[in-house]
């Protein structure tokens, strides 16, 4: 069986010379660039649309130096010095998403948070940076050729942690987290054979996933197809979503000026939901400038994968940056009515420490594939 490999290139090119002390520090001075602007723009917009809370953008600020910190140091690791970890990372991933199940944070509805006394956090946002990294681990290991029973286990080893992920109950998540697997299953040159057979048994399993879906996740995609089957729920909150973008125009109704955002008709509009605060306030203008600093994240991420000189750190770089990229499509087609309500938030500019902290661990983990030039 002929394996397909994307990312398969010849890696004899020269290393040109001329780098900076600074830019040997940051790896990628564009790159650390761009993030700053994306997670300060994030802080400006969560200060609007969190009802001009201080105290949510302080404690949003220190997630993001630590964030910063933690990617810093792992940005100056070799990949060959944590390569063996991440793969063995997976098992620590499983553990983490049965224990929230059966020791669940006290004040919430469902089993999704971990409480650490000091910090709480979701372990489906660490899955989605573990599992990758780790099965893209697995299919680079050493010494080894990817095997027909590879394209088996990987599959399954990424459907468990949805299972598990799905029981929370959060079956947004569950799929995504399922995607962020197979996405570097994908790279690594799954056949074109096996992923017929793979969409033949998800077309089979479709009327059971659907009979174990809660009442509350049916009525979610129900409301896709029509949101006047539940109007003042799911149905409510894209309709309000819908009139803050529309009503922005092209230059927006000014910072902090926003109707929908200030009189908190946008729900969850501080996480989710902050792309429609964005639109209102901003207009047109300010949502094609933040995709356009993410447009440029993304071509940095592969710039860094498409010239990494191993087979581990193209497919851990291309990975992650699909994973970001999905990530900025859902959450963007989600508040625009595209698709589902699903718990997604914005990439760097939601609030949430978790998500935070694991988005800029990926590009540590990306900017350590970087070398330095000589």
Same mark, same amino acid.
């Given at each position: 069986?002929?394996? $397909?490999?994307?990312? %398969?290139?010849?890696?004899? $090119? ?9 830019? =040997? ?6 790159? =650390? ?7 300060? /723009? ?30 810093? +140091? ?29 020791? @669940?944070?006290?004040? =919430? ?10 910090? &709480?956090? &979701? ?11 780790? !099965?893209?681990? =697995?299919?680079? $290991? ?27 109950? %959060? ?18 040159? !799954? ?23 809660? *009442? ?8 896709? /197809? %029509?949101?006047?089957?539940? @109007?003042?729920? %799911? ?36 996480? *989710?939901?902050? +792309? ?35 087979? /581990? ?8 940056? +699909? ?27 939601? &609030? ?23």
């Amino acid at each position: 069986m002929s394996n $397909r490999n994307p990312l %398969d290139y010849s890696l004899n $090119r020269p290393i040109s010379s001329g780098s900076s002390p600074i830019g =040997y520090i940051l790896k990628d001075i564009p790159l =650390y660039l761009g993030l700053v602007c994306v997670l300060s /723009f994030g802080l400006i917009m969560l200060y609007s649309s969190s009802g001009q809370s201080s105290s949510m953008v302080i404690r949003q600020t220190g997630y993001v130096f630590f964030g910063l910190a933690l990617m810093s +140091f792992v940005s100056h690791l070799k990949p060959d010095s944590y390569k063996n970890i991440l793969m063995h990372s997976y098992w620590l991933g499983i553990l983490l998403l049965i224990y929230v199940l059966f020791n @669940p944070a006290e004040g =919430y509805s469902t089993s999704r948070w971990i409480n650490l006394g000091f910090f &709480q956090f &979701q372990p489906s946002e660490v899955i989605r940076l573990i599992l990758p990294l780790s !099965l893209a681990a =697995y299919l680079c $290991r050493k010494d080894s050729t990817v095997k027909v029973r590879d394209w088996f286990l990987t599959p399954l080893a990424a459907l468990l942690c949805s299972y598990l992920v799905f029981r929370q109950p %959060d079956l947004g998540t569950s799929i995504i987290v399922l995607t962020s697997g197979l996405i570097p299953i994908y790279l690594a040159g !799954l056949p074109l054979k096996i992923i017929t057979a793979y969409f033949g048994l998800l077309a089979i399993s479709l009327p059971f996933v659907w009979a174990s879906l809660l *009442d509350y996740q049916k009525q979610r995609v129900m409301t896709y /197809f %029509d949101s006047n089957v539940d @109007p003042l729920a %799911d149905g409510w909150n894209i309709a309000q979503s819908k009139t803050a973008i529309g009503s922005g125009g092209i230059f927006g109704k000014g910072y902090l000026e926003g109707t929908q955002s200030q009189l908190n008709f946008i729900p969850e509009s501080h996480s *989710d939901f902050i +792309f429609s605060v964005i639109g209102e306030e901003l207009g047109l203008i300010g949502i094609l400038v933040l995709l356009s600093l993410y447009g440029f994240i993304i071509w940095r991420i592969f710039k860094i994968g498409f010239s990494a000189q191993s087979s /581990f750190e193209r497919l851990a770089c291309c990975s992650l940056g +699909f994973i970001f990229l999905l990530f900025i499509l859902i959450n963007v087609s989600m508040v625009i009515g595209i698709i589902p309500v699903v718990g997604v938030p914005l990439p760097l500019i939601s &609030q949430g420490g978790t998500s935070i902290v694991v988005h800029l661990l990926a590009f540590g983990v990306i900017l350590s594939a970087k070398r330095p030039r000589l």
